[in-house]
């Protein structure tokens, strides 16, 4: 048995051993698993429930991602070798990709800021931002994805800068890392109801309407573009996509209603649990919207060239899942 792991007992060494099974080529030693264990753990109860237990902690994280983070904690080259190599989304670009493309969103038409962004966030995943505040990845519990969770750190933290710059609040530094206040513990519970929900929504769309969904929210092209580039008028795509959006808005609203949602308003949900629904779904993808609009005759003029770095991954690497 692993020692230092009071309250655990053989969970611990059965975790170390499934996540030392599944990446062989990450040694985290059995002790340094346990001394990270104890560390998620007392930052999940921090964020959540001083009371809540291992068991509660131990049947919602995800293994791998947590393993990754925690021996990119320890320096291990390894592990960064596999976050490197790491997707956003299963058939999407690499994370280093995935940042570049928000930093273009957050920062437009200034590639030197752009490349900034992304390097200092990369920097400060392991070193904090400042002194007596956490590494990024020190503050990642291993309670959902990791790679979505990075992408929505980076995603926050800039648009705080943003925020704080044009004279308006920004974000609390504690809200970095989570959408939503967590003082409430029921939070979390609704986030994974309300995602649960979004992604039984986009499943049920037909191909049409992820494409509208796909260039319109996914890849943030105007209307007057995505009119152009599927040849409809203007006013017709007007309509369709207010009826996309009413459809979504009582579908999410009627799942939650029914499994006892008391809240006023789904807008906070929407803004901070959509775009990662979005990003994680095969169907929105850059590789399947642009197929989509091939078997229609057309293509998209500002479809992002394939990058060096995807073609080249090692395939050995597989992404966290």
């Known amino acids: 048995m692993i020692e230092g792991t009071p309250g655990v007992g053989p969970r611990a060494e059965l975790l170390w051993s499934f996540c030392r099974l599944q990446l062989p080529t990450v040694p985290m030693a059995a002790e340094a698993c346990a001394r990270h264990l104890h560390r998620t753990f007392a930052l999940y109860r921090a964020k959540t429930d001083p009371q ?27 592990a960064w070798e596999v976050l490197f190599a790491a997707r956003a989304g299963r058939t999407d670009c690499l994370l280093l990709d995935a940042l570049r493309a928000r930093a273009a969103r957050l920062y437009p038409r200034d590639e030197e800021r752009q490349e900034s962004a992304v390097q200092e966030f990369w920097g400060h995943l392991y070193a904090p931002e400042r002194p007596g505040a956490l590494p990024v990845l020190a503050r990642y519990d291993g309670q959902r994805p990791l790679v979505p969770w990075l992408i929505r750190v980076f995603q926050n ?28 513990p029921s939070n979390g519970r609704w986030r994974d109801v309300f995602n ?92 399947y919207l642009a197929q989509l ?29």
């Open 157 to 184: 933290w800039h648009i705080s800068q943003l925020r704080k710059n044009a004279g308006v609040q920004a974000l609390p530094d504690d809200d970095l890392a989570l959408p939503l206040p967590e003082s409430d």
């Open 196 to 287: 649960q929900a979004a992604r039984d929504w986009l499943a049920n769309l037909d191909d049409d309407e992820i494409l509208l969904l796909g260039l319109r929210l996914r890849h943030r092209l105007s209307q007057r573009e995505v009119a152009g580039i599927l040849g409809v008028h203007e006013g017709t795509l007007s309509r369709r996509t207010d009826q996309l959006r009413e459809q979504c808005l009582d579908f999410l609203s009627k799942r939650l209603l029914a499994e006892g949602w008391t809240g006023d308003s789904l807008f906070d949900f929407v803004r901070t649990e959509m775009t990662n629904v979005l990003l994680d779904d095969p169907r929105l993808s850059a590789d």
């Open 293 to 321: 609009l091939g078997r229609r005759g057309r293509r998209w003029g500002r479809e992002p060239a394939r990058s060096v770095a995807t073609d080249r991954a090692n395939p050995a690497n597989k992404p966290v899942e």
């Open 52 to 78: 809540a237990t291992w068991d509660r902690y131990l049947a919602n994280l995800y293994p791998l991602d947590w393993f990754i983070a925690s021996a990119c904690l320890d320096g291990d080259p390894r």
